[in-house]
């Protein structure tokens, strides 16, 4: 099983793929402040963390001081994961003073906003203690940096939901219109995917519930249902199908939501409403 801060392959390359990018769009042709520096002025630096967080990113933030500085040398006080309080110091950098103030903005961008979905990750899976329930990510992600965000709910001890389009089938209303039933569209769906990519049908009512459960779906997503409505499909469908819920979901409330007996609840919020957590760089 994938540990939560060990990047996959395809993490990698979008990591390679995104860094480049996103140093091109800040230094352009070349960054013309450090040219008030001497081109062979080494130097130290320390990001420090402002505020309690989940540490994710690292990976990101190696990668961005090192195309700057191949000859950098970064020393992490803290491990990917791990809880940091305010103006805790995580990390020690030494290298070209030119490319440490190049890279700064960039890698500090990855490291405030990966840190932000882990740490917001952490706080429904902490609220959840407990209860045999999955804290799940949704697409609801910054355009470009999904891998990134989904990366960071593992990192923050939640699970990933299909990253795009193009791995899992989700059937939802207009697709269950289109195909003419839950059973029809369902039974196509199992034949494209061979046994090679999971299905899921999302049901709004107890009725569309039922319905799912006699075509055999094993995972179904109930879509905005009162608490007394899952309570009731937890009980129909007596651990037949593996059942989700979405919407309406806050820190507030997802503690009664998970103690109505379902397996998973998929928060788009873990990865689209999200305060950037507050790092700084200081030249020592």
């Given at each position: 099983m994938m540990t939560v801060n060990t990047l996959n392959q395809a993490e990698r390359d979008e990591l390679i793929k995104h860094v480049s990018l996103s140093l091109e769009e800040d230094r352009g042709e070349k960054d013309l402040t450090v040219q008030l520096i001497s081109?062979?002025?080494?130097?130290?630096?320390q990001i420090i963390t402002r505020e309690y967080a989940v540490i994710c990113g690292q990976a990101w933030v190696n990668e961005v001081f090192q195309r700057c500085d191949p000859g950098v040398k970064l020393n992490w006080q803290v491990n990917e994961g791990e809880l940091v309080n305010e103006n805790q110091s995580i990390l020690n950098v030494e290298g070209n003073a030119?490319?440490?103030?190049?890279?700064?903005?960039?890698?500090?961008?990855?490291?405030?906003t990966l840190s932000a979905v882990a740490s917001k990750t952490h706080q429904y899976v902490?609220?959840?203690?407990g209860y045999h329930c999955a804290i799940v990510d949704t697409r609801k992600t910054i355009p470009g940096l999904r891998l990134a965000q989904k990366y960071a709910v593992r990192v923050g001890g939640g699970q990933n939901h299909r990253l795009g389009l193009y791995d899992a089938f989700l059937i939802k209303e207009n697709h269950i219109l289109a195909a003419g039933s839950i059973r029809a569209a369902f039974e196509i769906a199992k034949t494209l995917a061979q046994g090679s990519q999971w299905i899921e049908v999302e049901v709004e009512t107890?009725?569309?519930?039922?319905?799912?459960?006699?075509?055999?779906?094993?995972?179904i997503l109930?879509?905005?249902?009162?608490?007394?409505?899952?309570?009731?499909?937890?009980?129909?469908a007596q651990g037949q199908a593996i059942l989700e819920i979405s919407g309406g979901v806050n820190l507030e409330n997802v503690r009664t939501y998970?103690?109505?007996?379902?397996?998973?609840?998929s928060i788009g919020t873990l990865t689209k409403d999200i305060k950037a957590i507050d790092f700084s760089m200081r030249i020592k």
């Open positions: 081109p062979e002025q080494q130097a130290k630096a030119r490319a440490l103030l190049t890279a700064e903005r960039t890698a500090l961008n990855y490291l405030q902490e609220a959840i203690k107890l009725d569309e519930l039922e319905e799912a459960l006699a075509a055999g779906v094993e995972m109930l879509d905005n249902m009162s608490i007394e409505s899952i309570m009731q499909a937890v009980s129909l998970a103690a109505t007996g379902v397996q998973r609840i």
